[in-house]
């Protein structure tokens, strides 16, 4: 399913504050915080196969089973409104309320670790609600950066190399829905409008200035420096820079690459290698 803006809720600010605020007691999973270059990934579980709120790793839940909400999930009384409403509940197999902050998501592809999971069970279309968002979010898609808005619904294409950033210390909290590939009554959004939009939409999108040459070239002396111990932090200003500055399509694992290459340290182009098989290719090997 490709990336497309699908609907708004209008949401309810109080009742949201509510759960919100009662989530502040959730022991929150960090799995898969290894995809993020700044804080943790938190996700805590509302709705997943077999109630489970579990580790938050989409791997060890019970896929035999059916899905239904999970205790926090039962904690917040407009979150399972809004997922009632909102979504085909025969299909749905996860819901998570995901948070970070000051953060960018290495450009990656989801869903590839669910390789064991039978076909029918796996997760295999995804869905955004944000419910707290600011201007300094922003998502890319291939080289597309945009933005979802609070309340937005969104099919979210997890199978492209998409990246995430997060540009203030303010938190963003999402809806993330998961649904099984299986055909049902109808779409996976209840009562998705017939005339539903096609892909991002314009005005979504955020229009970055060619990268200058002065700084393309200025971000290829970080060669000059890169070490496996700040591989890391120069990444991280790599993927900044895509989102503020269009360096072309694959810029962030191009430019890593090829800091990798003419860097001194001769272990950071096989590292580089491997990060890229591991988020964009096949996730058997080693975890990162
Ligand atoms: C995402 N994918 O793209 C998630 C974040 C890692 C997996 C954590 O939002
Ligand atoms: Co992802």
């Avoid at 959730?26 to 997943?48: D, V």
């Avoid at 709120?53 to 839940?61: C, E, K, R």
């Avoid at 509940?89 to 039978?118: K, N, T, Y």
């Amino acid at each position: 399913m490709r990336t497309r803006y699908v609907t708004t809720v209008e949401l309810d600010e109080d009742r949201l504050a509510k759960d919100l605020a009662q989530s502040a007691s959730f022991q929150y999973s960090e799995a898969y915080s290894n995809y993020l270059i700044g804080g943790p990934w938190k996700s805590a579980m509302m709705w997943a196969t077999g109630g489970d709120t579990g580790t938050g790793v989409l791997t060890n839940y019970a896929y035999d089973q059916r899905s239904t909400f999970t205790e926090y999930g039962g904690q917040l009384p407009y979150v399972q409104e809004l997922i009632t409403n909102v979504a085909d509940l025969s299909r749905l197999q996860f819901v998570r309320l995901a948070v970070f902050s000051d953060s960018v998501i290495i450009p990656h592809r989801d869903f590839l670790e669910l390789s064991g999971v039978p076909e029918e069970a796996r997760s295999a279309h995804r869905l955004h609600i944000p419910l707290v968002t600011h201007d300094n979010c922003f998502f890319s898609e291939d080289n597309v950066v945009y933005r979802m808005r609070a309340g937005e619904i969104w099919y979210f294409d997890a199978s492209r190399i998409h990246s995430v950033a997060s540009l203030s210390s303010a938190p963003r909290i999402h809806l993330i829905f998961d649904f099984a590939d299986r055909s049902g009554a109808g779409p996976l959004v209840r009562g998705e409008p017939a005339a539903a939009g096609d892909g991002i939409p314009a005005g979504r999108r955020v229009d970055r200035p060619p990268l200058p040459d002065a700084l393309r070239a200025g971000l290829l002396r970080l060669a000059d420096v890169l070490t496996m111990d700040n591989f890391r932090e120069i990444f991280s200003i790599v993927i900044k820079t895509h989102f503020r500055w269009d360096g072309g399509e694959d810029f962030a694992w191009d430019t890593m690459t090829e800091l990798a290459r003419s860097c001194e340290d001769p272990t950071v182009l096989p590292h580089t290698m491997e990060l890229l098989r591991y988020y964009t290719l096949d996730r058997s090997g080693s975890k990162e």
